[in-house]
Every structure is written in structure tokens, then in C-alpha cells.
């Protein structure tokens, strides 16, 4: 099922792996996220937030294609009751994403029970403060906190052409994030796609298809063991 509060707007491409970022060297990757046996979905339903930019809006991919189409799925696959609410928006910023958060938690029916906070991309494309962003992913966080919300930080990497001083401050927020907030942490989400262009779509930029079903692959274990224990009544 797709839960969507934002439609796709044409707003600027979201660079978030540039030609010359840096990251491990390309493995084979599996993309398939749904097993040849799916389980049977017990259980109660876990209601996850994907909040970001175009990487989870679906930049460029058919309704059913996004990250968070894709990862409910995924999870569903493995028996549990997921149902992901799709609240990316293509162009946004850490600070656009601070100016919503609050709006996008008071605009669902009930809490979620985990969040993902992907953002940081189109700063890096901008050129934006790496200190800048930091707090604005903060505020996102602190947010989430108040309202008892955990959270999965997913991160990006800066390239070198940055400047090393742009690359190091911007490449820490993340893990320094996590640690402080006590999230969890995907140090770079598009590390399964970087190098592989034929899970790029022409604009060099965003996953394809098939390079979401590989993004799912790498992260749904992540999202799996942020999910807060049900409590036994």
C-alpha cells in the first residue's frame, strides 16, 4: 500500500553521488527483496515514516518503484505488518526538512513507530554548511526524540572535489548524529548503486528501478532491527 503525503514536485535533482564520490569498491549486490517464500504477516502493524528527498519521493520511477514502496514490501515479505508512509519530497534540504517535520508528524493519523530521516544531498549539491545541515538534522532528531519516535539516519558522502575540509565535516555529521541521538545509522545509502550505471537513470543521479530493489536489499536488515520490540500486553 502506498501511503503518500507529498507528490513528486520538479524541483532540483538531488545530487547525492557525484562521479567522483568516494566509496568501497562496487560488490555484486542481490535485488531482490521479496523471497521466493514469503512469510506469513502477523503480528501488529509497524507504522515507519520515510522522511527525505527525491531518493525516497521516487525521482524519475513509477509509483509502486520508490524506496518506500519497495522496503514495505520487502518487509511484509518477512512477516511483518509494515506499512511505510512515503514523505519524500525531490529538491529538500535538511532546512525544508526541518520546516516540515513538525507538520508531517501532527498530519498522521497515529505515531509511527520508527522514522527514516534521509537528507543532506541537496546541501552537498548547493554547496550548503555542513554545520548548518548538522543542525538542521538535529532539530529533525530532537524533534523525533520529544515525540518518542526512533529513528534510522540515512547518511551520504560528500565527493572529493568538496575540498577535504567540506568532505570531513560533512561525511562525519552522520555517524556523530547517530551516536548522539542514539539512532540507528546506514553510513551511505546509495553505497549498493555507486559505480554501477546501469542501476542509474540517465540524469546520472538517482536509482533505477532495479537500483532501488538493491537499496531495499541493503538496508531493510538495518530498518528490521531499529523496529521497537512490541510490548506484551
Not at 520487502?74 to 529538500?92: E, K, P
Not at 548538522?134 to 575540498?163: Q, S, T, Y
Not at 561525511?171 to 540507528?184: F, I, K, Q, S, V
Amino acid at each position: 500500500m502506498r501511503n503518500t503525503l507529498w507528490s513528486i514536485l520538479p524541483l532540483p535533482a538531488l545530487a547525492a553521488c557525484g562521479g567522483d564520490a568516494p566509496a568501497p569498491a562496487p560488490t555484486e549486490t542481490a535485488v531482490a527483496t521479496v523471497p521466493a517464500a514469503a512469510a506469513e504477516v502477523t503480528g501488529p502493524e509497524r507504522r515507519i515514516l520515510a522522511f527525505g528527498d527525491s531518493l525516497f519521493a521516487g525521482y524519475g520511477l513509477a509509483e509502486d518503484e520508490g524506496y518506500p514502496e519497495k522496503l514495505e514490501a520487502a518487509l511484509r515479505a518477512r512477516g511483518i505488518d509494515a506499512q511505510v508512509t512515503d514523505a519524500g519530497v525531490s529538491g529538500d534540504t535538511t532546512a525544508a526538512g526541518r520546516q516540515r517535520i513538525g507538520f508531517v508528524l501532527d498530519s498522521l493519523a497515529e505515531k509511527p513507530d520508527l522514522a527514516l530521516v534521509e537528507l543532506g544531498g541537496n546541501d552537498l549539491l548547493r554547496g550548503l554548511s555542513p554545520t548548518e545541515a548538522r543542525a538542521n538534522l538535529a532539530a529533525i532528531l530532537d524533534e523525533l526524540r520529544k515525540r518518542e519516535i526512533p529513528a534510522v539516519l540515512f547518511g551520504m558522502r560528500a565527493p572529493p572535489n568538496a575540498g577535504p575540509e567540506y568532505q570531513a565535516e560533512f561525511d562525519a555529521m552522520y555517524p556523530a548524529l547517530a551516536n548522539e541521538y542514539g539512532a540507528a545509522l546506514v553510513p551511505f545509502f546509495l553505497e549498493s548503486v555507486y559505480g554501477r550505471p546501469e542501476m542509474i537513470q540517465q540524469d546520472r543521479v538517482h536509482p533505477t528501478a532495479k537500483g532501488i530493489d538493491a537499496m531495499v536489499a541493503a538496508t531493510v536488515d538495518e530498518v528490521m532491527a531499529a523496529l521497537p520490540e512490541v510490548e506484551v500486553e
